[in-house]
């Protein structure tokens, strides 16, 4: 299969870790975002949405958005499970991923596309103000995760799952390329960034 990404952008990212964790072989075809290679209409024919990662199947079937992607990788490749192996505990690391995508990655973007490095892109207008206010958003969260890993050692309980892959890329994005970096003080969540990024799958950037 093959995995269309582009370097070190955070939704691939989730996915490629996730294959190393699966240990599944692919080809990785890199999209170049900034030439707009993901806008043409030959990518619109593999996702729509214009959006990366993509991934396409051997038999020629494309799959996007990356949690969809991982939940067939899990289904095709059941070990290591990522997604819980009985009902409660699917339906905890469901929701521990939904928190860390839409209470924490939906502020991020809005920073993101607020930002100085989009707005030399000059694709949308941005709003300096909502910035401000996701930028405070964010700070908030990572306290709460702050506190949420004194008791916890992963996202999710006591072991690595999809939930840790969602935040890991999210808060790796956030520090590097939105100027989000959680305060020195958020020990607990320093702990868990260590704790994750020891792993082989996550070690890299790209
Ligand atoms: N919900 C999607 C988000 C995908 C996404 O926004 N990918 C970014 C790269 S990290 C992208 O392609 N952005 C280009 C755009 O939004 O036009 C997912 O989880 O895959």
């Not at 964790?21 to 030959?42: N, R, S």
């Not at 990788?73 to 995508?101: C, V």
């Not at 072991?159 to 607990?188: E, M, Q, S």
């Not at 702990?191 to 082989?200: E, F, G, S």
Request: aromatic residues 10%; contains cysteine.
């Amino acid at each position: 299969m093959k995995l269309y990404s582009y370097g070190t952008a955070p939704n691939p990212r989730k996915v490629k870790i996730f294959l190393a964790e699966k240990g599944i072989a692919y080809d990785l075809v890199q999209v170049d975002m900034m030439k707009g290679e993901h806008k043409t209409p030959q990518f619109l024919q593999k996702n729509p949405s214009g959006k990366l990662p993509v991934l396409e199947l051997d038999d020629g079937r494309y799959l996007s958005e990356s949690i969809a992607i991982c939940r067939y990788l899990e289904q095709i490749h059941p070990q290591r499970n990522l997604f819980g192996t009985d009902a409660y505990e699917m339906g905890f690391i469901e929701m521990r991923n939904r928190q860390m995508e839409t209470e924490l990655w939906s502020q991020i973007g809005v920073s993101w596309v607020n930002g100085p490095i989009v707005a030399k892109m000059g694709i949308y207008k941005t709003i300096p103000e909502a910035k401000a206010v996701s930028d405070v958003n964010v700070n908030k969260y990572y306290e709460r995760l702050d506190k949420e890993f004194a008791n916890s050692e992963y996202v999710a309980g006591s072991r690595f799952t999809v939930a840790d892959i969602t935040l890991i890329c999210g808060v790796d994005f956030a520090r590097t390329l939105v100027g989000l970096k959680p305060d020195a003080g958020l020990t607990n969540l320093w702990r868990w960034h260590a704790l994750v990024t020891a792993r082989d799958s996550v070690d890299a950037l790209d």
